[in-house]
């Protein structure tokens, strides 16, 4: 037996033996492991997903051109002061299809050809959200309507839902459409394959969520020279949102910042119209290139400014229509962006006149506005 002293205190030689031996093997078989892996093909997901989408249910009695929009009448008979009007979102209901929406593909592309990237464009800081949201819009729609969309899948990666292979490609077969999401833009092609026109938002530095992506297919008299990279506050300042400092300022504020992506919220609008444009109202507005937000018109110097007129008095109920607003937000799981997607539906007025009940709700809500709300909702018509 050999020993040499540590301090006062002999060792024996022989008892430093075994743990040595115990740690140059464990090392071992680390490195080992590792060679293992760095040449093994891998046939799961590298990490693991902490949330994952509730699987969807298939919606087989759809039709495209049998099954009729919703008739959403969300409004209340009194308007007293503006509030976060959410409910939550059933897991089936992100995106609803009607017989209408051929009509709204036809709308956006025709839009996207003759505005290009002035209806759709996505921040640096936003790339990933988009991709992220093309996605999960592929998975959602090619599950809840199978007879409307096919989907096709890389083989290299499991990225896509449920460990599957991201999606590659999406089609529309009835509607003649087809896009190659390794080739378009993502953001683009999330806003062609459904009715909804979509908004990314993103907590910036200042702590406060900005608007980083849009596509507006539908406008509904929207730009996005005048919304991308502001703040939910600055846009809904120089929107001129009536009451929003006072009312409604603090609690969307705390809404969003409470949004969990398990927990997805929808809400409606309700509105009024003199046009049933879709996107820009040329004939309340003037022409879209010419408009300023700041005068509510077309702008000095334009081609319009001074010429153009808004239309006159409407006398006749034939002349109106009722416009309504299905919003759905949602928080996306691996970015942390918000989804702020507004499917917009446009309506006679004298066919929602004839309907029990809504023309007595509906002068009361009118009558119910302050001069401010009044003021707002006929300069938006």
């Known amino acids: 037996m050999s020993f040499f002293y540590v301090g006062k205190f002999p060792v024996d030689q022989d008892q430093l033996y075994l743990p040595f031996a115990l740690l140059l093997a464990t090392l071992a078989a680390l490195a080992l492991l590792?060679?293992?892996?760095?040449?093994?093909?891998?046939?799961?997901?590298?990490?693991?997903?902490?949330?994952?989408?509730?699987?969807?249910e298939p919606d087989l009695n759809f039709d495209l051109e049998k099954t009729e929009p919703p008739r959403f009448r969300a409004f209340r008979y009194h308007y007293k002061r503006h509030?976060?009007?959410?409910?939550?979102?059933?897991?089936?209901?992100?995106?609803?299809?009607?017989?209408?929406?051929?009509?709204?593909?036809?709308?956006?592309?025709?839009?996207?050809?003759?505005?290009?990237?002035?209806?759709?464009?996505?921040?640096?800081?936003?790339?990933?959200a988009a991709w992220e949201l093309c996605q999960d819009l592929c998975e959602f729609l090619a599950r809840r309507y199978p007879q409307v969309y096919n989907?096709?899948?890389?083989?290299?990666?499991?990225?896509?839902?449920?460990?599957?292979?991201?999606?590659?490609?999406?089609?529309?077969?009835?509607?003649?459409?087809?896009?190659?999401?390794?080739?378009?833009?993502?953001?683009t092609v999330a806003g062609l394959i459904q009715p909804a026109d979509l908004n990314i938002l993103m907590m910036g530095e200042d702590g406060q969520y900005h608007l980083v992506a849009m596509m507006l297919g539908i406008g509904g008299g929207q730009r996005i020279k005048d919304k991308l990279g502001n703040s939910l506050a600055d846009?809904?300042?120089?929107?001129?949102?009536p009451h929003y400092a006072d009312q409604l300022q603090r609690p969307l504020d705390r809404f969003l910042a409470k949004?969990?992506?398990?927990?997805?919220?929808?809400?409606?609008?309700?509105?009024?119209?003199?046009?049933?444009?879709?996107?820009?109202?040329?004939?309340?507005?003037?022409?879209?290139?010419?408009?300023?937000?700041?005068?509510?018109?077309?702008?000095?110097?334009?081609?319009?400014?001074?010429?153009?007129?808004?239309?006159g008095p409407i006398s006749d109920i034939s002349q109106l229509w009722f416009r309504q607003e299905r919003q759905v937000l949602r928080r996306l799981p691996k970015s942390r962006a918000i989804v702020w997607c507004v499917h917009t539906y446009v309506e006679p007025m004298d066919v929602v006149a004839r309907e029990p009940g809504i023309p007595g709700r509906l002068a009361s809500l009118v009558r119910s506005w302050d001069p401010i709300m009044a003021k707002y909702t006929q300069g938006s018509a």
């Open 34 to 56: 590792k060679q293992l892996k760095a040449n093994a093909i891998i046939d799961k997901p590298p990490v693991a997903v902490s949330w994952q989408y509730p699987e969807p």
């Open 83 to 128: 509030i976060v009007d959410v409910r939550k979102l059933d897991k089936d209901s992100w995106v609803m299809l009607d017989n209408e929406w051929p009509m709204y593909h036809r709308i956006k592309v025709q839009r996207l050809a003759d505005r290009g990237n002035k209806i759709v464009q996505t921040m640096p800081q936003a790339r990933e």
């Open 235 to 241: 846009l809904h300042f120089s929107g001129h949102v």
């Open 259 to 311: 949004l969990q992506v398990e927990a997805p919220f929808h809400r409606n609008t309700t509105g009024i119209s003199t046009h049933d444009a879709f996107h820009w109202p040329t004939v309340t507005m003037g022409p879209e290139d010419d408009w300023d937000p700041e005068i509510q018109g077309p702008g000095v110097g334009t081609p319009s400014y001074g010429t153009w007129k808004p239309q």
């Open 151 to 187: 989907i096709r899948r890389s083989e290299k990666d499991y990225l896509g839902w449920y460990g599957l292979g991201s999606v590659v490609s999406v089609g529309m077969p009835s509607l003649g459409a087809f896009y190659d999401l390794t080739k378009e833009d993502p953001l």
